[in-house]
């Protein structure tokens, strides 16, 4: 099996040493995949010898954009699952510890189920942990699960860009045997997420905030998300 490993940055200067640090003993082929960074994350991310594809977003400066943007990554993401046959799309700030790695390598190379020849799962989920600060005390906060992080090539496709983004099944492989994607309740494969934090660039921090307010509504809960001064991963 062919499985592509990919890391997307754009201005993640604070995070991508760390994103990176245990993903490439986990999967050594991995790859960065940089969306037009104007901080130092290319030359972080060259000094640590990991491939990197370099590509530049139209008009604006975030892949959270809620235009054109957002699509142009869309677009970059299904590119690039089409050269293996399983794609793990992961981010610049997300960190992991080896042990969750080595779980979601296992789903990645789990054997088809013997008397139907069928995958039970095609897709998969991560869980992100964060820190809140509640009176006063940050505290780590679990918000489950993030979008399909980790799927089969042949069976889905990105059809929008974010915050309204789309995993697409392809009609023509699943069947009624195959149960698709793992159930959000099963996610069991959790990693440091900085999606709420502030940000390395001005630009970032905006689209970020917009994210922020888009995942308020979402899971009905204001939660002030602070930088700290010492990350739990460290």
Not at 108 to 120: C, F, K, L
Not at 188 to 193: L, P, R, Y
Not at 197 to 212: G, H, Q, V
Not at 219 to 225: F, I, Q, R, S
């Amino acid at each position: 099996m062919d499985l592509g490993v990919y890391v997307s940055t754009l201005d993640e200067e604070r995070f991508i040493e760390a994103a990176l640090k245990n993903v490439v003993k986990v999967f050594p082929q991995v790859e960065v995949i940089d969306l037009g960074s104007r901080d130092e994350t290319v030359a972080i991310v060259k000094r640590l010898g990991v491939p990197i594809n370099e590509h530049f977003l139209p008009n604006k400066s975030s892949k959270y954009s809620f235009d054109g943007p957002a699509q142009a990554w869309t677009d970059l993401k299904n590119k690039y699952a089409n050269k293996h046959d399983w794609i793990l799309l992961l981010d610049g700030d997300e960190i992991f510890d080896e042990e969750n790695l080595l779980r979601l390598k296992a789903k990645a190379y789990s054997e088809p189920d013997p008397r139907t020849g069928v995958r039970r799962y095609t897709a998969y989920h991560i869980g992100w942990k964060m820190l809140r600060e509640v009176n006063g005390q940050k505290q780590v906060s679990e918000m489950k699960p993030s979008g399909t992080k980790l799927y089969r090539s042949a069976d889905y496709s990105f059809d929008r860009g974010w915050p309204n983004e789309i995993l697409k099944r392809n009609p023509l492989v699943h069947n009624a045997r195959d149960r698709n994607r793992e159930p959000k309740e099963y996610t069991d494969v959790w990693c440091w997420h900085a999606v709420l934090l502030n940000r390395s660039s001005s630009p970032e921090r905006t689209a970020r905030r917009k994210k922020r307010i888009e995942r308020w509504s979402y899971y009905d809960t204001e939660l002030e998300w602070e930088d700290v001064d010492k990350w739990p991963w460290m």
